[in-house]
T-cell receptor
Framework: AQTVTQSQPEMSVQEAETVTLSCTYDTSESDYYLFWYKQPPSRQMILVIRQEAYKQQNATENRFSVNFQKAAKSFSLKISDSQLGDAAMYFC???????????FGTGTLLAVQP | EAGVTQFPSHSVIEKGQTVTLRCDPISGHDNLYWYRRVMGKEIKFLLHFVKESKQDESGMPNNRFLAERTGGTYSTLKVQPAELEDSGVYFCASSQLGQGRTDTQYFGPGTRLTVL
């Protein structure tokens, strides 16, 4: 069975500092996608960044970047210059199967300290 | 462009009652997914529609759950009769019909269901 593991239930970072959220996954698919979603308190879940497994280059979106290690099945998220608005629950997910359903980790709650 | 909407935002019902959750996907999105997050656990897939057809319902917990997608537009998820373990947040997501590639799923705000 495909699984996604987030080993950090909670993380904290100082404003303007950098933080890395960990994610590992296990899949038998040869072609798959990886995602980080963010869910701020009482708000909608939104996509932060996505990575196609066939691409070797790590995805980057402004202050957000990933470290994709395919052989190790690792997909960590780095947030640079953290801002108060980055405080949220972060979910790592991978696609699973022909229907592209998402397999999620349990989430990491990120607090940003002023 | 309107995002994915879900109704109601919260529902509190008693065990044995029936509840119907509704999801309106982004206009033009043929893929519609239902997920559920039980408190403290991971978000789990329930089922997937392509237009009005159920493509994958492998995540549906049991036959107390019934999902429909009338005319390929909005979808409903009915729980009848509800049990305590059905409590959680039910998310809906939609995406465009890709051509062999995965399109990003856009999520609704979720419906928080509490069964007492």
């Amino acid at each position: 069975a495909q699984t996604v593991t987030q080993s950090q239930p909670e993380m904290s970072v100082q404003e303007a500092e950098t933080v890395t959220l960990s994610c590992t996954y296990d899949t038998s698919e040869s072609d798959y996608y990886l995602f980080w979603y963010k869910q701020p308190p009482s708000r909608q879940m939104i996509l932060v960044i996505r990575q196609e497994a066939y691409k070797q280059q790590n995805a980057t979106e402004n202050r957000f970047s990933v470290n994709f290690q395919k052989a190790a099945k690792s997909f960590s998220l780095k947030i640079s210059d953290s801002q108060l608005g980055d405080a949220a629950m972060y979910f790592c997910a991978s696609t699973g199967g022909a229907t592209n359903k998402l397999i999620f980790g349990t989430g990491t709650l990120l607090a940003v300290q002023p | 462009e309107a995002g994915v909407t879900q109704f109601p935002s919260h529902s509190v019902i008693e065990k044995g009652q029936t509840v119907t959750l509704r999801c309106d996907p982004i206009s033009g999105h043929d893929n519609l997914y239902w997920y559920r997050r039980v408190m403290g656990k991971e978000i789990k897939f329930l089922l997937h529609f392509v237009k009005e057809s159920k493509q994958d319902e492998s995540g549906m917990p049991n036959n107390r759950f019934l999902a429909e997608r009338t005319g390929g537009t909005y979808s409903t998820l009915k729980v009848q009769p509800a049990e305590l373990e059905d409590s959680g947040v039910y998310f809906c997501a939609s995406s465009q019909l890709g051509q062999g590639r995965t399109d990003t799923q856009y999520f609704g705000p979720g419906t928080r269901l509490t069964v007492l």
